[in-house]
């Protein structure tokens, strides 16, 4: 057959005699197979090639493989490493699917494992390893709790937490029960959505939490003596100093979890009865959404647009940590990014890696602070720029000479609203002057969660709860903004509680946002150093749609309910 591949390949027209030559030239220097020198030298796809193989061997040649289609039950007896290794993946009717139809003996380690017949078919090596993924992603593996019953009746030996790293997290099979302890725990998080995995070790347990959609959730309690091997195998993955546990240390986990890349943030700190351990996890997959699905309405999205696309100024955007201001920067910075355009940042963390953007890392310990390397970018000719966080009145004095000077800057604050922001830069030291002139905009956000479709049902809201966001029965009517559910007099929405839910009746976020314009009338009363009130009255009456407002509407929408926006905007109430 591989005296005949390239007499086969000609007489389907898929290469020229003069790419044979150069193919055969380049096999016999390197020794390796016609099929795979061709498509080294990028002659054919390898599609093509397959195509042609599965016509003259007789094979059948699958484009795609749904799931239906594979046999659950073969993947649970080989190992994810020895299929990916192999380009294998079992299917139903005795059937195995191959990217190398001419070389099947890895075959019969399969069959033997197997004990069965197998009938090999074709399809692409990016289909069988996107099968093989999705398959272990969703296959159902010992969770992080029977494991740690197993390892309270196994003992350990000394020096077992620190094995080496996994290839990939879905290979759970035999590992050793700390490694598999770790990586399940990392994969229960990762299908719950979490973004974080708290460990927290006290006198007589170990509890284990995971942070789903902003709140956070007992998954695990558990006897404390397995804790120190726990600590050790993950400071080993992400290259921490096992032996130094007095002092705080911070590190990075890269993994592949069903196809994804993840990246996890891991801070270790020393507490009373041992370390503890915040886990943030990152899906490179999902870096960031586009700016029209992070919740904005229609007529502050417009507003929004605007302004990113100025030639200068100061944006900036409020809220405290976990509020989404970084998504929403990322979301205007990838809306703005184009080739004639120099964007850099300074961020402290780095969230996401942007494409086509400069990014720098914040490190105090060598002097590079915010206000250091706004200072330094500054040099580099940018027309953008964002800078993590204003702080101190160094950095708000540059990022306004630099907005002064011609550049757009992106910046957060923490402040409650919109309004407070300019006190804030007022109370840092900022002159007023120069406030009202560099500043074009600000933006607070929050994050509330969305109503579970799974288990949505209506209800008839009190007079009472209606009166803590200044609703009244009577507002609950009218027509529902297109895309969300249909408004009946007197009713709202909320989640029953399901298992696709975890129980609490949301499932995902969505944002709400409160944007300030700086025009002319709001410009002199920051001259003037009017309080914050009296700026967000004024911005009311021109037409801003306050935080709790715009979380109203997504209630009467039907999205999220009104317990959920009482919680995130509560302190905002409360000051109004």
Request: glycine fraction near 6%.
């Amino acid at each position: 057959m591989m005296q005949n591949l390239g007499e086969i390949l000609l007489q389907s027209k898929l290469i020229t005699e003069e790419e044979l030559k150069k193919a055969l030239a380049l096999q016999k220097k390197t020794n390796q197979r016609l099929d795979r020198v061709l498509l080294e030298l990028k002659f054919l796809t390898q599609k093509e090639l397959l195509k042609v193989l599965s016509e003259k061997l007789h094979i059948p040649f699958l484009d795609y493989l749904p799931d239906e289609e594979i046999d659950s039950e073969a993947l649970s007896q080989i190992p994810i490493s020895f299929l990916k290794r192999s380009k294998f993946l079992p299917l139903k009717g005795e059937r195995i699917a191959t990217c190398d139809p001419l070389d099947l003996s890895p075959l019969d380690d399969v069959r033997h494992l197997l004990d069965r017949t197998l009938k090999p078919v074709i399809s692409s090596e990016e289909e069988i390893l996107r099968g093989i993924e999705r398959s272990y992603g969703t296959r159902k593996t010992e969770s992080a709790s029977q494991i740690i019953r197993e390892l309270e009746e196994t003992e350990l030996r000394s020096g077992e937490a620190v094995v080496e790293k996994a290839e990939d997290l879905l290979d759970l099979a035999s590992k050793p029960p700390i490694i598999k302890f770790v990586d399940s725990l990392i994969l229960e998080a990762l299908k719950k959505r979490a973004s974080d995995i708290h460990i927290e070790p006290f006198k007589k347990e170990l509890r284990i939490r995971y942070r789903v959609d902003g709140v956070l959730y007992d998954t695990l309690r558990n006897g404390h003596s397995h804790q120190p091997a726990i600590i050790s195998r993950i400071k080993v993955m992400a290259g921490l100093n096992i032996a130094e546990r007095r002092l705080p240390q911070d590190g990075r986990i890269s993994i592949k979890m069903a196809g994804k890349d993840i990246d996890i943030r891991v801070s270790v700190v020393p507490i009373s009865f041992g370390e503890r351990v915040v886990m943030r996890l990152l899906d490179k997959s999902s870096m960031f959404f586009k700016l029209g699905n992070l919740g904005f309405s229609e007529e502050n999205l417009e507003k929004f647009l605007k302004l990113i696309k100025s030639s200068h100024g100061i944006l900036l955007n409020t809220g405290p940590t976990g509020s989404g201001k970084t998504t929403t920067l990322y979301s205007a910075l990838d809306r703005i990014n184009t080739p004639d355009k120099n964007i850099i940042t300074v961020e402290d963390p780095i969230e996401y890696q942007l494409e086509g953007i400069g990014q720098i890392q914040v490190k105090p310990k060598i002097g590079l602070t915010f206000a250091s390397g706004l200072r330094s970018i500054v040099r580099q000719d940018p027309d953008i720029m964002m800078v993590g966080e204003i702080r101190d009145f160094e950095t708000a004095e540059i990022a306004i000479h630099a907005a002064l000077t011609g550049h757009l800057v992106f910046s957060t604050l923490h402040t409650n609203d919109a309004a407070g922001a300019i006190t804030r830069l007022l109370n840092m030291g900022v002159e007023p002057y120069l406030a009202s002139s560099s500043v074009i905009g600000i933006i607070a956000q929050r994050l509330v969660r969305l109503i579970c479709p799974q288990c949505k049902e209506s209800y008839t809201p009190t007079p009472e709860s209606l009166a803590e966001v200044r609703l009244k029965p009577s507002d609950l009517k009218g027509s529902a903004p297109e895309g969300t559910l249909p408004r009946r007099e007197g009713v709202l929405w909320r989640g029953k509680s399901c298992s696709a839910c975890l129980n609490t009746g949301y499932w995902g976020r969505t944002g709400i946002f409160e944007l300030l314009l700086i025009d002319d009338e709001i410009r002199d009363m920051i001259t003037n150093k009017r309080e914050a009130n009296l700026i967000k009255q004024k911005a009311v009456s021109k037409g801003m749609t306050t935080l709790q407002q715009a979380g109203v509407e997504k209630v009467l929408s039907g999205i999220t309910t009104l317990e959920e926006i009482l919680r995130v905007t509560q302190e905002v109430i409360a000051f109004t």
